[in-house]
């Protein structure tokens, strides 16, 4: 153990008087490209060498989606309280470089006793008077750099706040933009269930004059009804939605919703801008998650230079100056002046363990910050690879599903036709109209999938964010 302090301290010495041991950045636990194979074919990628270089306000095309982000940021309580978090840790920051200064005070103190006769030997009573000023200076000198190894923890401490501000603000616009579509989906379902519902009220009405002339069976008009029925239930089921939908976004944004949203349903038009992804390489720069990470990372690597210094002396420097004299008019004639100074030298000799248990602990929490950054790692791979993986199969599906809407268009319009010339009974009318209805609905759902995981790849990218924009206020 003595052998271990006493290299500690020479490479404190030769170091600048600093034991937080040299960082190495972990390696990245992920492959150097991203998963190639079948779901992934189409997906867009960045030629070599091209990072993404699109924020939100390039991706998101929609005016009224822009203007909902921008309220967002200006209110979201969740950004306010991440705002006000990087306040707290710039302000813990000036403390500890504060400690490494001196600290300066000044004192005044004016006295007035009276002693009773009794106790004088003059037997009479008498007054004294004191004053004095005095200006006291203490420091700490840090000689092992317990104090610089706190100040550092401290600033990445700090650091880490900021990139946990950019990641909250990340994920606000992202949690906007697919609260939007969502209730851009909803809207669209509603309108479905309108039109269904009209078209199901009108073979209905073709069902009942046909039943009264004794053409349509009673089963075949209680098809009918129970289709107008269902799709009443598909109404109220998105009416309720489309309701719970805007809440949520208001939710989001911090106050209510400013602009009137278009209620058509625009799943179907050019919204998103196609994001093109570089190499894995390029997240460690792009995402403030990974990056809040590495600062928590550092932080901990600081803090067993602190550890490691408590083992050594800690040496202080007290001193004052002043003047003293026992009448006030006095107090700064010549003869008046005083001053001391008071070195010491604390020295740990016995702590039962705790030293050496706290930088256990240090190192240990350095170790757990390695693994929680390498996890970080992994887990904005794995949202990459998810995102690049839905890109390409949702084009696919999307289209696959189109063209399955347009064949239902014409099986619902032929077997109308037919039903109304009597070739075909209701129930083939009947079977072509839930077909069509549910694969609108479909359509729909699979659209909304499609923009929501580009939104996530966006996010999962880093958001467009570039660490030399937006900048927050440095420590100060």
Not at 127 to 148: K, P
Not at 307 to 321: D, E, Q
């Amino acid at each position: 153990m003595n052998k271990s302090l006493l290299s500690l301290a020479l490479m404190a010495a030769l170091s600048g008087c600093s034991l937080i041991p040299d960082y190495q950045r972990p390696d990245a636990p992920t492959a150097a490209s991203w998963p190639e194979g079948e779901a992934y074919v189409g997906s867009a990628r960045a030629a070599k060498g091209q990072q993404m270089e699109m924020d939100w306000q390039s991706f998101f095309k929609d005016p009224a989606l822009r203007e909902l982000i921008r309220v967002a940021l200006e209110n979201n309580r969740d950004l306010r309280i991440a705002a006000l978090n990087v306040d707290a840790y710039r302000a813990l920051y000036r403390v500890q470089r504060a400690d490494v200064l001196p600290l300066v005070s000044g004192d005044a103190a004016g006295s007035r006793t009276r002693t009773p006769g009794d106790l004088n030997q003059t037997g009479e009573g008498a007054i004294s008077s004191q004053y004095s000023a005095t200006l006291g200076v203490s420091w700490e000198l840090d000689l092992f750099g317990r104090l610089g190894s706190l100040r550092e923890q401290a600033l990445q401490e700090f650091l880490a706040t900021e990139a946990a501000q950019r990641s909250t603000r990340i994920s606000l616009i992202a949690s906007v933009a697919n609260a939007w579509l969502t209730l851009q989906a909803d809207q669209a379902l509603l309108l479905v269930s309108r039109d269904t519902l009209k078209a199901f009220e009108e073979s209905l009405s073709l069902t009942q004059r046909s039943f009264d002339v004794g053409v349509a069976s009673a089963l075949e008009l209680s098809q009918a009804r129970s289709a107008v029925d269902t799709a009443r239930v598909g109404i109220e089921r998105y009416t309720r939605q489309v309701a719970q939908d805007r809440n949520a976004l208001a939710l989001l944004l911090g106050r209510n919703i400013p602009v009137e949203l278009p209620a058509d349903g625009r799943l179907e038009r050019d919204l998103l801008a196609t994001v093109p992804v570089g190499l894995p390489s390029d997240l460690l720069y792009k995402r403030p998650d990974i990056i809040q990470a590495e600062y928590q990372l550092r932080a901990a690597n600081a803090n067993i230079g602190a550890a490691r210094a408590a083992f050594f002396p800690r040496i202080s420097l007290t001193g004052a100056v002043g003047t003293a004299s026992s009448e006030l008019s006095g107090l700064f004639d010549g003869g008046s002046s005083y001053w001391n100074f008071a070195p010491s030298i604390s020295v740990p000799i016995f702590n039962a363990g705790q030293l050496r248990a706290n930088l256990d602990y240090a190192e240990i929490s350095r170790n757990i910050q390695v693994a929680q950054y390498e996890q970080a790692i992994q887990t904005a791979f794995r949202e990459v690879a998810d995102g690049l993986a839905a890109q390409s199969t949702y084009v696919r599906q999307v289209q696959a599903q189109r063209d399955l809407l347009e064949t239902s268009q014409d099986y619902y319009r032929l077997a109308e036709r037919r039903y109304r010339t009597g070739i075909d009974s209701y129930l083939t009318l009947l079977d072509a109209q839930r077909q069509l209805f549910e694969v609108q609905q479909q359509f729909i759902s699979d659209r909304l999938a499609q923009m929501v995981s580009e939104v996530e790849l966006f996010k999962a990218l880093g958001g467009g964010w570039d660490p030399q924009d937006e900048a927050i206020p440095g420590p100060g």
